[in-house]
């Protein structure tokens, strides 16, 4: 089964131009994350607390939502393509217990409570309480959040707050540096939850220990102004609408509803409601869709965008760089964060792909971008692990998602970094070019140890629903594979030639075996095909000899696409493993695909005829 090139490339006209019409007025991408039922339910029972009557249209709107977004199992699940989970029906359970206004949502009410009872949770229970801990285990930064808004809206009762943990809210006064040295369970990403929430535990709790309430009676005050200092211009936490509900609820259920942090976390939550009722987990997800879309047109950036829309990228990415220490966990300047937005926060990720992308819309004018990249760069050393890897927001700690080492960072970071050393080589300093080649060495050395027997690398923000632990070896082997192959064309990757190309190989191989009978793939072995993990498998293998096994997997995409559109999967995980799904992922991850397809067809093209 051979590929058609000229279907390749008149897929790639097309989905080029959807790409730039997706664009907002300044030129950049937003894209759409999928709309949440824990964001929702969280949402709207803040509003309710704050002023039920005040808020009536959009509590109104919110469960009208949810009554049109229930699966067929009653439950719901973290997006509307989500199975259903305990946590966010046990939410959507409480916040239509707290909002109900009519015979409708008693209806809803039951069916979400059939759903729980089928999962042998009982809401009247207070073993719901210790199921809930068990579920997220020693993070606290969740199941303690969870339990506290079931508890304020009487599922079972304000009474479970005896069994709710206190979080340790006074600690948040103490020096980050603290933080690590206490071992702590609990980050600097979570201190409004631990703040607000930690506050209602104990205005709640009536089994306190008599030292330890004269302590955190004492630091609520300056906790408090804390939580006013670390809050965005946007009024937004992390411009997450559930963190920003949590602590909203929580303050006016605990007698602070006239607090500057309450009023403005609320009309953050008013303004981001959607037109259907409905809140997306997170505002957007801008920067990273940018240069998502930027590196989907990969050798074609020069031809498919004009100067002038190279140049509306590059000025709003270099607009929106971190350029002092940031004050919501006081990460120094240099890096990205995932959206423009004043709540965002700089991580491993983003900053990685902001780099990429602006080298590659501005290939002929590099000292433009010169000392933003050495900038970022010198961020991004800064974040490295000891073990090699690099984390997504925190060095150093390995007790959470948010500062542990991960493959697909680490393969990104090491691909900007060699890129970097390419592009701005006469720039940097004979030191500067030490300090990169010394943390790429220790990366890639890192991502052979986390490289399974069998080829595959974990990623750590995405997963799939279907597989048996929710992981996704196909999206994570596939992400540091396309990292490797293009770092091999640098002077780094021409270094480390050999163990680059033995790791690619390993990767290259598992991708084979996971892919289905019918030219797909899933997140692993027999499950079913995205639009995804296809694409992403696809772009990884082409380039390494293996036309054979893409034909089929193109040819799924473009019967797939044509049957059900551009259907993005909820292959996305949010903080606490929350399931999102982007619009432009599966557009952009198609788009690459294409694009890595038309380059390995110019390039045996231009092979000599062999004799």
Known sequence: MLINPNIIHKQFEELSSRLLQKRNAAGYWDGRL???????????TALHFYDARANASEIAAGLSWLQSNANTDGGFGDSPESISNVSTSLLCYSAVKVCNKSDQNDRLLYRIGDYLRSQNIEVNSEKLIQSILDFYKTDRTFSVPILTMCALCGVPGREAFDSIPQLPFELSLLPRSFYSMLNLSVVSYAIPA???????????????????????????????????KIQPQSGGYLEAIPLTAFVCLCLVESGYRDLEVVQDGMSFLKKTQRLDGSWPIDIDLSTWVTTLAV?????????????????????????????????????????????SHSGSVPDGDDTPGVLLALMALNRENPELIRNPIISGCKWLLQLQNNDGGFPTFSRGWGKLPF??????????????????????????????????????????????????????????????????????????????????????DSQIGQEYQVILKLMVDRGCHYLITAQNQDGSWGGDVTVDGSIEETSLAVTAL???????????????????????????????????????????YPLTAYLECLSANIESIHSQQQQPDSL
């Open 403 to 488: 500062d542990q080492s991960c493959s697909d960072l680490t393969g990104h970071s090491i691909l900007a970094l060699s890129k970097t050393v390419y592009l701005l080589d006469d720039s940097l300093s004979k030191e500067q070019r030490k300090q990169i080649q010394k943390s790429a060495i220790r990366a890639i050395i890192y991502l052979e140890r986390q490289q399974h027997s069998t080829g595959y690398w974990l990623p750590l923000w995405f997963g799939n629903q279907h597989t048996a632990d929710h992981s996704n070896p196909v999206y994570g082997t596939a992400r540091v594979v396309a990292y490797l192959n293009e770092t091999l």
């Open 34 to 44: 999928s709309s949440s039922a824990l964001g929702v339910s969280v949402a709207i």
């Open 194 to 228: 631990l703040v607000a929430v930690g506050i209602a535990i104990f205005r709640f709790k009536k089994k306190k220990n008599p030292l330890m309430r004269l302590i955190r009676k004492a630091s609520i005050t300056k906790s408090l102004v804390l939580l006013r």
């Open 295 to 339: 590196k989907s047109l990969r050798n074609t950036v020069d031809v498919i965008l004009d100067q002038e829309g190279k140049q509306q990228i590059t000025t709003h990415l270099l607009a929106i760089q971190n350029k002092q220490e940031h004050p919501f966990n006081g990460t120094p300047p240099g890096g990205w964060g995932w959206t």
């Open 542 to 584: 082409v380039n390494n000899g293996y036309q054979k096994e893409c034909a089929p997997g193109i040819n799924w995409l473009t019967e797939k696409t044509k049957s059900d559109g551009l259907i993005a999967s909820p292959i996305g995980l949010y903080f606490a493993s929350l399931w999102y799904s982007e619009e432009l």
